[in-house]
């Protein structure tokens, strides 16, 4: 089933986004690619402002608030790594927390040291997303949590049964999940493992100076900073990336303008079989971005200066100044903010009976 989410940017929504409403180049036609007049003043506008939004203190889902048992013990469970068959590796292992949430990798190494295929996205600001994976095959991170410690290449751990055993043999964690789950008759359960793991998940949030900003501090950010903000919005980027996460609410696909370079990621096609998909990503959130490269679903970039050109090019059939790309380069560095160092500070983990 093609995703619901998909919302068409076709060429109308990017043309009118643009400025002219000239239509963007032909498809291959990469050398007429356009150009954007540089911005003429640094005064973030009220309606450029409302194409974004500040961080909440947390992203509990509607109608539902993690008590403090369940978030403890999924920071203890997020750094575990006996829920790995080799002992050796844990969420922390490709997402870690001091290190804004990726591994800095091209794509990451797993159980026996296997190479996965994809890129590990940042799980900071991840969980209010639309939904989890670059090709958002998982509509939470409840759901996700339950993925990796049965992957053969990430923790490869052979079935839930045997994570479960693990757990009931430890003093600590049969203590720990009856408190978080007090109204459960079997609360250790493998649905609960992703439940803990997903209210741990939902307070990682990276508040920074765009915050402030954005909340009235008008000298949160420079000059430059705030002309990166309004080319950024001129060019159109916003027309996939907005919203208080500056990205994660849309499906698109890569190459909308002109067709995306050779990649060995055909993005939600490799899920759904459906022509439409093909090159279909989930819009990545740009909080952090300037943390958390290599870059694009298969880390082929490494240079932040260069996705933002390419973006330019094939999302919007723009050619940018190095002058442009410079002070959208300066804006997306607004967005690094501060990692929550109390909230996700390593606990001490179990060292219970049957590890
Ligand atoms: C071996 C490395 C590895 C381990 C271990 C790992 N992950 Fe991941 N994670 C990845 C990769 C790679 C992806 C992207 C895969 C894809 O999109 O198909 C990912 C995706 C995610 C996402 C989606 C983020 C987004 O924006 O879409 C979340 C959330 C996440 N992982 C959380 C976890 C949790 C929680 C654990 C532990 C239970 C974990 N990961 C263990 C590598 C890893
Ligand atoms: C039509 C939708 C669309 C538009 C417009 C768009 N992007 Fe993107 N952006 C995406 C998608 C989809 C990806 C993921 C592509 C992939 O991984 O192959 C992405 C990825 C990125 C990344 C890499 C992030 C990461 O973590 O790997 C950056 C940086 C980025 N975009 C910046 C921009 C900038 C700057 C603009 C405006 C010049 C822009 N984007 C316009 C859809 C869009």
């Not at 540089?38 to 194409?51: F, G, H, I």
């Not at 109608?63 to 790995?84: K, N, P």
């Not at 600590?172 to 992703?194: H, K, L, M, T, W």
């Not at 943390?291 to 200066?305: C, E, I, K, R």
Request: charged content about 15%; glycine content about 10%; some cysteine.
């Amino acid at each position: 089933m093609r995703a619901k989410f998909l919302i068409p940017v076709g060429a109308a929504v990017v043309a009118a986004a643009c400025g002219g409403g000239a239509k963007p180049a032909a498809q291959g036609a990469v050398s007429a690619a356009k150009t954007l007049p540089p911005v003429e003043s640094s005064v973030v506008t009220p309606a450029e402002r409302s194409l974004f939004g500040a961080l909440p203190a947390r992203m509990d889902a509607p109608g539902e608030t993690a008590t403090g048992a369940q978030i403890a013990l999924g920071r203890t469970l997020y750094y575990e790594t006996v829920l790995s068959e080799g002992h050796d590796v844990s969420c922390n292992s490709c997402h870690a927390l001091n290190g804004y949430g990726a591994d800095g990798r091209r794509v990451s190494f797993g159980h026996k040291g296997q190479l996965g295929s994809r890129n590990a996205p940042t799980v900071y600001n991840a969980a209010a997303q639309v939904a989890q994976f670059w090709d958002g095959r998982s509509p939470s991170v409840e759901a996700q949590a339950k993925g990796p410690i049965l992957n053969p290449a990430e923790m490869g751990m052979p079935d839930s049964a045997a994570v479960l055993a693990h757990l009931r043999g430890s003093p600590q964690y049969r203590a720990e999940f009856a408190a978080a789950f007090p109204d459960e008759r079997d609360p250790i359960s493998y649905d609960n493992v992703g439940r803990a793991i997903g209210a741990f998940e939902r307070g990682l949030v990276t508040p920074s100076r765009w915050d402030r900003f954005l909340q009235g501090d008008s000298s949160a950010i420079t000059e430059q900073e705030r002309r990166g903000a309004k080319t950024f919005v001129a060019a159109g980027c916003t027309a996939c990336h907005s919203g208080t996460y500056v990205g994660g609410q849309v499906m698109q696909k890569a190459g909308l303008v002109h067709p995306w370079p050779a990649s060995a990621d055909s993005g939600r096609y490799a899920v759904t079989r459906q022509p439409a998909d093909l090159m279909v990503f989930k819009v990545p959130t740009l909080r952090n971005v300037e943390m958390t490269g290599p870059y694009f679903s298969d880390g082929s970039v490494a240079s932040l200066d260069t996705p933002i050109a390419m973006m330019g090019r094939y999302q919007l059939g723009l050619q940018f100044t190095p002058a442009q790309i410079g002070d959208i380069h300066a804006w997306l560095r607004t967005l690094t903010g501060e990692i929550p160092v109390t909230y996700v500070a390593n606990p001490p983990l179990p060292a219970g009976t049957g590890f």
